[in-house]
């Protein structure tokens, strides 16, 4: 159980592009997904936490325009880069936790996403 | 807001034996979990442990096992007979219960020699 999975692994795009990358819970339901960032050798960094029918919220420092959140439905939430650049490539990481009991789970999370922008 | 430290960037075990990764933590809040996650070159986030802050036992999952120390803000985490398969980053984080984000440490690279 408790399997999260991202599409696509791998994608490479040019500047100026647009890219969706989709985060879905298979076997339960994510009240909250979040996003995170992570270069290489490097810790996660959190860039927004996703309520299914509501707007996302976002860290200090992420752009919300750029960096598209959305948490239509309990078992997935899309992230979208608008605009890629260069400076965007990174490898970009989701997880996915159900509310039980009134306290929110263990966060689960996605196989992760590699970003490339030429 | 909390802060998670790992001050070993890297530790290296011989194959069966022990290793120990230390972890400290502080947050103002007094309901929290505290976790570590595995993260091979797959680059998957793998949960090893959990543990529940007003929980005084110490967690083990098999091999895995931690030293909850709540006074001290101490969450270290020993891995026993360690296997090659064992080899991977090791993050520890601390979430608390009022926003449920995670706080990740800078991590701990694990080598396992044969």
């Known amino acids: 159980g408790a399997v999260v999975s991202q599409h696509p692994s791998w994608v490479i795009c040019k500047s100026g592009t647009s890219v969706k990358i989709e985060c879905r819970s298979l076997d339960f339901q994510a009240t909250t997904m979040f996003w995170y960032r992570q270069f290489p050798k490097q810790s996660l960094m959190l860039m927004a936490t996703?309520?299914?029918?509501?707007?996302?919220?976002?860290e200090q420092g992420v752009e919300k325009d750029k960096f598209l959140i959305n948490h239509a439905s309990l078992t997935l939430s899309t992230l979208t880069v608008t605009s890629a650049h260069p400076e965007d490539s990174s490898f970009y990481i989701c997880?996915?936790?159900?509310?039980?009991?009134?306290?929110?789970?263990?966060?689960?999370f996605g196989p992760g996403t590699r970003l490339l922008v030429l | 807001a909390q802060t998670v430290t790992q001050s070993q960037p890297e530790m290296s075990v011989q194959e069966a034996e022990t290793v120990t990764l230390s972890c400290t933590y502080d947050?103002?809040?007094?309901?929290?979990?505290l976790f570590w996650y595995k993260q091979p070159p797959s680059r998957q986030m793998i949960l090893v442990i959990r543990?529940?802050?007003?929980?005084?036992q110490n967690a083990t999952e098999n091999r895995f096992s931690v030293n909850f120390q709540k006074a001290a803000k101490s969450f270290s985490l020993k891995i026993s007979d360690s296997q090659l398969g064992d080899a991977a980053m090791y993050f520890c984080?601390?979430?608390?219960?009022?926003?449920?984000?995670?706080?990740f440490g800078a991590g701990t690279t694990v080598t396992v020699r044969a």
């Open positions: 997880s996915a936790s159900e509310r039980r009991g009134g306290r929110q789970e263990t966060q689960y």
């Open positions: 996703s309520n299914e029918g509501s707007k996302a919220t976002y």
């Open positions: 984080a601390c979430q608390t219960l009022n926003d449920y984000k995670l706080s």
């Open positions: 543990q529940e802050a007003y929980k005084q």
């Open positions: 947050t103002s809040e007094s309901d929290y979990y």
